[in-house]
T-cell receptor, first 109, second 113 residues
Framework: RKEVEQDPGPFNVPEGATVAFNCTYS??????FFWYRQDCRKEPKLLMS???SGNEDGRFTAQLNRASQYISLLIRDSKLSDSATYLC??????????FGKGTTLSVSS | EADIYQTPRYLVIGTGKKITLECSQT?????MYWYQQDPGMELHLIHY???????EKGDLSSESTVSRIRTEHFPLTLESARPSHTSQYLC????????????FGQGTRLTVV
């Protein structure tokens, strides 16, 4: 079983749609969690950290369920510019960042 | 913007050549990483370092080697390049504490012919 697993993509949605991505991680000792965004042929960039209490940044909401080892990202009112690959990332003390395979989102007009 | 730089951005080189991919950061980060990524595929960790003179192999077996003689510099070397090494190589750095974000360089796109 992979350490970080994400929904298979691609997700094809119209502008204005709400879309949710899921991610599960296998190591209960994981301590910090992130969502990164990667555009085609570019480097990954941090979208947001994920906190146990849940956190929101504009149209983006991230949730963490430690008991279920589950992370989610919700995007409301999708824009064309949201088209990218979204990477779930997990960090444990004493190890490197572990990336999921990513979920591709395509928003169309 | 992150202060982490990779050179060269693009490299086309013949089989058997020795190559070094450079990565430097000016943020004073202790942790640095090298990831390999083929087009449309996932990131694979190939090396990481927690500080000067510390290097570890990642999840993906790699014929490359790394060194960390200075905090700001984490070069990756391939002694004899092969076509199977053709890929994108991404360097990243972060502070030592968990819960802090990592910054990525723009990557080196390597083609071995």
């Amino acid at each position: 079983r992979k350490e970080v697993e994400q929904d298979p993509g691609p997700f094809n949605v119209p502008e204005g749609a709400t879309v949710a991505f899921n991610c599960t991680y296998s190591n209960s000792a994981s301590q910090s969690f992130f969502w990164y965004r990667q555009d085609c042929r570019k480097e990954p960039k941090l979208l947001m950290s994920v906190y146990s209490s849940g956190n929101e940044d504009g149209r983006f909401t991230a949730q963490l369920n430690r008991a279920s080892q589950y992370i989610s990202l919700l995007i409301r009112d999708s824009k064309l510019s949201d088209s990218a690959t979204y990477l779930c990332v997990v960090n444990q003390a004493g190890t490197a960042l572990i990336f999921g395979k990513g979920t591709t989102l395509s928003v169309s007009s | 913007e992150a202060d982490i730089y990779q050179t060269p951005r693009y490299l086309v080189i013949g089989t058997g050549k020795k190559i070094t991919l450079e990565c430097s950061q000016t943020m004073g980060h202790d942790k640095m990483y090298w990831y390999q990524q083929d087009p449309g595929m996932e990131l694979h960790l190939i090396h990481y370092s927690y500080g000067v003179n510390s290097t570890e192999k990642g999840d993906l077996s790699s014929e490359s080697t790394v060194s960390r003689i200075r905090t700001e510099h984490f070069p990756l070397t391939l002694e004899s390049a092969r076509p199977s090494h053709t890929s994108q190589y991404l360097c990243a750095s972060s502070e030592s504490a968990t819960g802090v974000k990592a910054f990525f360089g723009q990557g080196t796109r390597l083609t071995v012919v």
